[in-house]
């Protein structure tokens, strides 16, 4: 059988194209901001995960162009040859000393640092326990990795104990969980998987993609929300988001980023962050540092933005991050409202199957600290008329 037969036999993308309602790849012609130029029209900008506002900050910006001038474009090499840099090292010392961990190392994306934390520490007699709605980079570290994978119903704390005793005493015991989910914007239960995992003798690792410069100290992530810094093992998270550049963390103790640094494939044979992103992450975190209202800024836009829905009727999936979930339902009349609000001028994501279950779909709205409330009330206008036509509000 020929191997491309797949290929010629996948449909679904082509079948939203003749409805006229694929979603995907719209181009943007402008910034990443609260309001974009994407082809060709003005779209409030829902769908970004910018959180903090800060890509187009000038001074910003100014610390990538400085790193182009001064260090080049870009690495040519893994940081465990030729590219490491002063810059990554001032990078991972100073988001140590932010998060409070002992060590960080970085990988050259979000995704990457999933693949190369999990497959490196899950070895062959060990066990990795995930919550269902975890992330796909989380999924696919599991796989990479020699260990047998358990999952737990969605932040079903009866079900997590239910796995962990599956788990033999001689074997080693990972819990990962996304911090914030991305989708729905709900928080994880950290209080009760910590709990859990010092009953059974795990360890803990949270993925703080979407928590980091979001909630917690400061926007210090998931732990600090609950004020489990020591309970919680590691923690792994993104620069494309709250930090407006490309890359990814981890946060231990010394011992395991050291042995991470040694044994973890995707991060010994990929090259390094370019130094325009290292320097980028660099100078948004310590604009973070500098400016510790700007997640309590985040969350109280957010706020604003759930109340202007709920106030129009809108049914949301209630949660105190800045994803907001709209209910849809079914896939293609998600598919047809989201392309009824782009025609609009308002630009969200489409939740849909594998990633919700069949008539549970959603449109993923985020807001960035920098969304104004006069932005919010006309994006809410715009939702609840296109929702309207279709008696969803």
């Known amino acids: 059988m020929d191997l491309f037969k797949k290929c010629a036999e996948y449909t679904r993308a082509n079948d939203y194209r003749a409805m006229g309602i694929y979603p995907y790849f719209h181009a943007l012609q402008s910034r990443q901001d609260t309001e974009v130029i994407m082809e060709g029209k003005r779209r409030i900008m829902l769908g970004s995960n910018n959180y903090l506002g800060l890509t187009i900050n000038d001074d910003i910006i100014k610390a990538g162009l400085d790193a182009l001038e001064q260090y080049g474009t870009g690495c040519s090499g893994s940081r465990f040859l030729n590219g490491t840099l002063s810059l990554h090292l001032e990078l991972e010392k100073e988001l140590a000393a932010f998060l409070g961990k002992e060590d960080v190392i970085t990988f050259s994306t979000g995704f990457q640092s999933n693949l190369g934390i999990i497959s490196a520490i899950v070895g062959h007699s060990d066990y990795v326990i995930c919550d269902k709605e975890n992330h796909a980079s989380i999924y696919d570290g599991c796989k990479l990795s020699f260990g047998k994978m358990l999952r737990y119903k969605h932040s079903d704390m009866a079900d997590l104990e239910k796995q962990l005793k599956k788990v033999p005493e001689s074997a080693g015991c990972l819990i990962v969980t996304d911090g914030v989910f991305s989708m729905g914007g709900d928080i994880a239960d950290l209080p009760a998987i910590t709990d859990l995992a010092q009953k059974y003798g795990a360890r803990v690792m949270v993925d703080d993609a979407h928590a980091l410069g979001v909630i917690g100290k400061g926007g210090r992530g998931s732990a600090s929300y609950f004020g489990l810094e020591d309970k919680v093992d590691i923690y792994m998270g993104t620069f494309s988001k709250s930090l407006a550049s490309l890359g990814g963390y981890m946060a231990s103790s010394a011992v395991v980023c050291d042995y991470v640094k040694h044994n973890s494939r995707p991060f010994i044979f990929s090259a390094s962050m370019p130094p325009a992103n290292a320097a980028v992450a660099l100078a948004a975190l310590k604009h973070l540092e500098a400016n510790p209202q700007l997640p309590q800024q985040l969350l109280d836009i957010s706020a604003y933005f759930r109340d202007c829905l709920t106030a129009r009727g809108i049914k949301i999936r209630q949660s ?59 994006a809410a206008d715009i939702i609840k008329t296109v929702l309207a036509r279709h008696d969803l509000a």
């Open 320 to 378: 105190e991050t800045p994803v907001v979930p709209i209910y849809t339902y079914d896939p293609t009349v998600t598919l047809q409202i989201a392309k009824e609000l782009y025609e609009a001028g308002v630009y969200v994501n489409c939740s849909l199957p594998p990633a919700t279950a069949p008539n549970e779909c959603l449109l993923r709205t985020s807001l960035m600290a920098t969304h104004t409330k006069a932005l919010c009330d006309e």
